[in-house]
């Protein structure tokens, strides 16, 4: 089953502890900080079969191509939304969507909704009291298309039907390519138990070279202007003028199609995903052969890219080629 949550947060500071992809250990959906997985932890999930809940309308075949290439973790299941209804999930381990709604409530009186949409590994279990909890183990930030803010905040608050977020929502960051890479970062997390915090931000690392002679794929949607006041997107932003400060090779592709060439490329494809969580933004560039995170920054308090964003990284760029 989905969970959904709703949370109270008093102020600002605490939207900022999230982050792309977070792998650890904890019984919240979005903690500011994470634990270690546990060897018992571990290895309980590990002997567990993990059963990935898809959408209806995904290409079932294809997912399970895709996925079961990267995933050595544990033996996995791939199920179609309309079948986890009835399916026997005793004793395994589930990826799903799982929603989170909080309310920001200001010093000054009023306040409004926020939400953050995820797609988690977690496992039902037992607190030391008896008490029924979920644990989670990896948090991966969807981008929901913003088209009916009401709705979505509706199904979270009071608890709706589950299959909005199958059936009705779409997500610019899904398709068999894009979730592919997910899951292949998330497995090597968990293969090697290694932590990756929730605010992690990587700005350094030395694959960061191979930008200055490759081209960086950015996918339409992430163009796309979102007005906070309206809660709905309401503009495309210029990429040329996004890019302006950036030296280095890059192109825009449909996500559509940025999948297709992930599934079928022999090399490694250089891709930023972009997501907006609450009031902050993140960017990710992933190398889709090793599914490794080349580069992650978040900024809170920002709803857009900015060229300011890739004069960053070109400077990023540019002190790991010295």
């Known amino acids: 089953m989905i969970r959904y949550l709703l949370a109270l947060v008093l102020t600002f500071s605490m939207l900022q502890s999230t982050a792309q992809i977070g792998v650890g250990f904890s019984t919240q959906i979005m903690p500011s900080t994470i634990s270690k997985i546990s060897p018992e932890q571990l290895k309980i999930l590990q002997s567990s079969k993990t059963v990935f809940i898809c959408k209806d309308s ?6 399970k191509t895709a996925l079961k290439e990267v995933w050595t973790f544990s033996d996995l299941h791939i199920i179609p939304y309309s079948e986890s209804q009835s399916y ?27 939400m953050h949409i995820y797609l988690s590994l977690w496992r039902p279990a037992k ?4 008490k029924d909890i979920e644990e989670y183990y990896s948090r991966l930030e969807l981008q ?7 709705k979505t905040s509706d199904v979270l608050k009071f608890k709706s039907s589950s299959s909005y977020f199958y059936n009705e929502a779409n997500f610019s960051n899904w398709n068999p390519g894009l979730l592919k890479v997910y899951f ?34 950015i996918p339409d949607y ?45 090399k490694p494809i250089y891709y ?11 960017l990710t560039i992933f190398n889709s052969k090793t599914g490794q995170i080349v580069y992650s920054k978040y900024v809170a308090i920002s709803y857009n890219l900015k060229s300011k964003d890739f004069e960053e990284l070109a400077k990023s760029i540019k002190k790991i080629n010295k």
């Open 184 to 217: 292949q970062c998330v497995n090597d997390y968990l293969v090697a138990n290694t932590n990756r915090e929730l605010f992690a931000q990587e700005t350094g690392n030395s694959e960061l070279t191979n930008l200055s002679t490759n081209t960086l794929l």
């Open 222 to 266: 992430c163009l796309l202007e979102y007005n906070p006041k309206k809660g709905e997107t309401s503009g495309k932003l210029d990429l040329k003028e996004l890019m302006e400060d950036y030296p280095y090779k890059y192109e825009s592709t449909s996500a559509e199609n940025l999948g297709k060439l992930i599934l079928e490329s022999n």
């Open 58 to 63: 995904d290409d079932i075949e294809t997912l």
């Open 272 to 282: 930023l995903i972009y997501t907006r969580s609450a009031a902050s933004k993140f």
């Open 127 to 130: 607190s030391k009291k008896g």
């Open 88 to 114: 026997d999930f005793t004793g395994a381990n589930r990826i799903s969507i799982t929603g989170l709604l909080t309310t920001v409530e200001s010093t000054g009186g009023g306040g409004y909704e926020t």
């Open 144 to 150: 929901i298309t913003y088209v009916d803010f009401k």
